[in-house]
C-alpha cells in the first residue's frame, strides 16, 4: 500500500483512511475497533475477519497489531506541528538546557544585586524608634532642626546601627552605634536605601567607620522634605539636614547623598522651578552646574550658593527668621514663574546672591548691620571656565564651568 511509509524512526505510519481502504474491520460506533493488520510483518498470515488482530481505540486513536506487535497512533489524530526553530533543534539534539531569560529590573531603580540588602535595611527602619524625647531629637536641636519637620519627612531614630568586620574569613559584630536614619526614597515612595548620622563624631567606632553611612543603592533615591516632590519649586541640596534646615525656612526640599543625581529626578522636576542650593565648594558648584545641564524639561534653575559650608550652617548662624525674610522674595518669583511658564521646553538659569546681616554668610554684607535686604545680587558671568579656562557661552557663564567640563572633555576653542 503507497500510504503505509516508514518514518526516520523506523515506526509504520497508518491512517484510519488506510485500515477501512485494506479491510472493512468491526463496525463503527464503539470505542474499539478490529482490523487486519496491512503491515509487511502480517503478509504471510490469514486475513480475514476471524484475524483481525489490530485493534483501535477510536477516542485517543492509538492502534496495536496483537501478531507483529507493531503500533502507533492514526495519522487524524496527531497533534498539529510546532514551528521549532533551529536554535531549538540544536539545543534539543545536543541535550543543552533552554536559555535563561535576563532578570528584569524593578520599576523602582534598584538594580537586581540590591535587592536583597535594601529589603535587609526596610526592615531595620520598621524596627526604628520615633525621634520624639529621643537622642536623635536633642541632636537635630543643636542644628537647628525641629522634630515635626523631620518626623514629617520620615526621620527615625536608630539606637543600634551594627557595626560588622570580616576576621579571618568571618563576620563578627564590634558593637553598634546610636544614629539618626533618613529614608532614601525613589520615585514612587519605595524605600531604597538609608543614611545614617552618627550622633556623636568622638566614638571610637564612629571614628573607625564613619559618622556618614549608607546602605542601599543611594543613587536610585533622595531624601525628601514633606511635599519636596509635588511643589511647584523645590531646593536641590547634598545632604538631608541641609534639606531640612531650607524646609524650617519654608523651602521644600530634596537632597542627594553626595551629588549623585538619580536619572528619574529630571524629569520628576519637569516645568518648576529648582533652586540648586548646593554646598560652597568646587564640588557643590560642579553638582549644581550638572544638574542644571541636566534639567531640560522647561525646568527653571536658579542657583543659591551660601558663602559658608552649606545651608544648615547658614540656620545655625542667622537664625529662621532670618533666612525666611531672605527667601520670601525670591520664592514669590519662582511660584509666579510656574504659575506662567514660558512657551518652550529648554530650561532657563539665573544666580542670585542673597544678602543677609553683618557675619555676610549667604552673601554681600547688608548696607546697615543688623538688617537684611530682600533684593538679590546681579548674577556674577564668567568669560572663562574656572576648571581649564576654556571660553563660556550662554547660561553657564553664570555657574563658571563649561559643559566639556561637565562631561569630562577638556579640549576647548575660543568661539568664532
Request: a neutral charge.
Amino acid at each position: 500500500m503507497t500510504a503505509l511509509r516508514a518514518p526516520l524512526d523506523g515506526r509504520p505510519i497508518l491512517s484510519l483512511a488506510d485500515l477501512e481502504a485494506f479491510d472493512q474491520g468491526t463496525a463503527d460506533g464503539h470505542r474499539e475497533r478490529r482490523f487486519c493488520c496491512p503491515l509487511e510483518a502480517c503478509a504471510g498470515k490469514p486475513r480475514n475477519p476471524a484475524h483481525r488482530c489490530l485493534n483501535v481505540n477510536m477516542e485517543s486513536g492509538l492502534w496495536n497489531c496483537k501478531r507483529c506487535g507493531a503500533a502507533g497512533k492514526l495519522r487524524e489524530r496527531w497533534d498539529p506541528p510546532q514551528r521549532v526553530s533551529s536554535r531549538a533543534s540544536a539545543r534539543r539534539a545536543f541535550a543543552l538546557p533552554p536559555r535563561e531569560s535576563p532578570a528584569v529590573p524593578p520599576a523602582t531603580g534598584v538594580r537586581p544585586e540590591d535587592s536583597r540588602d535594601a529589603e535587609r535595611w526596610r526592615r531595620r527602619y520598621d524596627q526604628s524608634l520615633p525621634l520624639e524625647g529621643s537622642p536623635a531629637a536633642e541632636y537635630l536641636a543643636r542644628r537647628g532642626l525641629s522634630v515635626d519637620q523631620a518626623t514629617a519627612a520620615g526621620v527615625r531614630y536608630l539606637p543600634d546601627w551594627q557595626h560588622w568586620d570580616k576576621q579571618d574569613g568571618v563576620w563578627r559584630l564590634l558593637g553598634s552605634t546610636p544614629r539618626v536614619l533618613f529614608p532614601i526614597r525613589s520615585l514612587d515612595g519605595a524605600l531604597v536605601a538609608l543614611h545614617g548620622r552618627a550622633l556623636e563624631d568622638d566614638a571610637p567606632l564612629v571614628q573607625q567607620f564613619g559618622s556618614k553611612l549608607t546602605r542601599g543603592p543611594r543613587s536610585a533615591g533622595v531624601f525628601a522634605t514633606e511635599g519636596a516632590l509635588a511643589s511647584p519649586f523645590v531646593a536641590f541640596v547634598e545632604g538631608p539636614c541641609d534639606a531640612l534646615a531650607l524646609a524650617e525656612c519654608g523651602v521644600p526640599s530634596v537632597a542627594v547623598i553626595g551629588t549623585n543625581v538619580p536619572d528619574w529626578l529630571p524629569k520628576a522636576l519637569a516645568f518648576r522651578t529648582v533652586i540648586a542650593a548646593t554646598d560652597a565648594d568646587e564640588s557643590g558648584d560642579r553638582a549644581a552646574a550638572e544638574l542644571a545641564a541636566r534639567l531640560t524639561l522647561g525646568t527653571r534653575v536658579e542657583r543659591w550658593r551660601p558663602n559658608c559650608k552649606d545651608w544648615n550652617a547658614a540656620l545655625l548662624e542667622h537664625g529662621v527668621e532670618a533666612l525666611r525674610a531672605a527667601f520670601a522674595e525670591r520664592l514669590a518669583n519662582a511660584a509666579s514663574a510656574v504659575a506662567d511658564p514660558p512657551h518652550e521646553t529648554a530650561n532657563t538659569v539665573t544666580s542670585h546672591t542673597l544678602r543677609l546681616p553683618a557675619s555676610g554668610c549667604l552673601g554681600r554684607v547688608a548696607p546697615e548691620a543688623g538688617t537684611v535686604s530682600l533684593s538679590p545680587a546681579a548674577p556674577v558671568l564668567r568669560d572663562r571656565c574656572l576648571a581649564c579656562g576654556g571660553w563660556l557661552q550662554g547660561y553657564l557663564a553664570a555657574y563658571g564651568w563649561c559643559r566639556d567640563c561637565i562631561d569630562g572633555d577638556r579640549d576647548k576653542e575660543p568661539p568664532s
